[in-house]
């Protein structure tokens, strides 16, 4: 009889990203179906959905609940500190910190011009402050996912494909993640078209992998990245940003091809140091 040592059972990188999709799918797609097949019963007893509602919390943050859960699971609290501590990874070279600060507003700004719309989201009678507020709670929304988009996924699909494709493939998932939310009434998602917003999200994910990776795994890129995406302050600009975005992402993949297309020197260790998951 041969012993099989319990690491010799545990499941390689793509079987974690499965157990990663697996576990943010089932929390999203199940508090989100549950409001769209029998609206009436969970509005009655949970309240109606919104964008402030805990569960639409909930739902937003599964990625980073599945990731802290996979994470948990086979490397225990050090794993998980190991995870946590990619937030303080800010050491990135300076064109990337500029993109996110200075270019992303950029290209808000310059769609919401095309389209005729002006260069900052007009003030609401409550003045700057509602504004801001929103804005803080953006932080504790979208930006909460890169826990498992870029703090999972991304590192574990790149030991077996190149950084353009993993990013490809993270962009698709997570854009077929909000699919139920097009059907849910209530929230944001309800006005907007599906299509377009998947190819923006494949767009994202690939553009946000090389200054992923050009900060070694750091999770406070992605967070501000994705922060900035949501950030209140920046014009409506669609359809332009997306526009924008495609042409920003075919520049950038042509610069950086060697990093984008190669594996040689791509992120793989979600937790730093160790090659324990």
């Excluded at 769609?111 to 609401?124: A, C, E, F, M, R």
């Excluded at 907007?192 to 690939?206: D, K, M, Q, V």
Aim: with cysteine; net charge neutral.
């Amino acid at each position: 009889m041969t012993y099989v040592s319990p690491s010799q059972t545990r499941p390689g990188a793509l079987g974690k990203v499965v157990a990663f999709l697996a576990i943010t799918f089932a929390i999203t797609w199940g508090v989100i179906g549950a409001y769209i097949y029998w609206p009436d019963a969970m509005a009655i007893r949970f309240g109606a959905i919104s964008g402030s509602h805990p569960f639409y919390f909930l739902a937003t943050w599964a990625p980073a609940i599945s990731a802290i859960l996979v994470v948990f699971s086979f490397a225990g609290l050090d794993g998980l500190r190991g995870l946590f501590s990619r937030l303080m990874m800010w050491r990135c070279p300076p064109v990337w910190w500029v993109f996110i600060l200075v270019g992303l507003p950029l290209v808000f700004i310059a769609g919401s011009l095309i389209k005729g719309g002006p260069l900052l989201t007009p003030l609401p009678p409550e003045g700057a402050g509602a504004l801001l507020s929103v804005m803080i709670m953006m932080l504790f929304l979208g930006p909460v996912e890169e826990l498992g988009w870029r703090g999972v996924a991304q590192p574990l699909l790149q030991r077996h494909v190149a950084p353009f494709w993993a990013g490809a493939i993270i962009g698709t998932a997570w854009g077929v993640w909000h699919l139920p939310a097009f059907y849910l009434a209530g929230v944001v998602y309800e006005n907007w078209s599906f299509l377009p917003f998947l190819i923006g999200n494949i767009t994202l994910a690939i553009l946000v992998t090389p200054i992923f990776n050009a900060a070694r795994g750091s999770l406070l890129l992605p967070v501000l990245f994705h922060w900035q995406l949501i950030n209140p302050f920046w014009p409506d600009a669609q359809p332009w940003d997306t526009v924008i975005l495609v042409g920003v992402v075919a520049v950038v993949v042509w610069v950086w091809r060697d990093q984008m297309f190669s594996r040689e020197g791509a992120v793989t260790e979600v937790i730093p140091g160790e090659t324990r998951l």
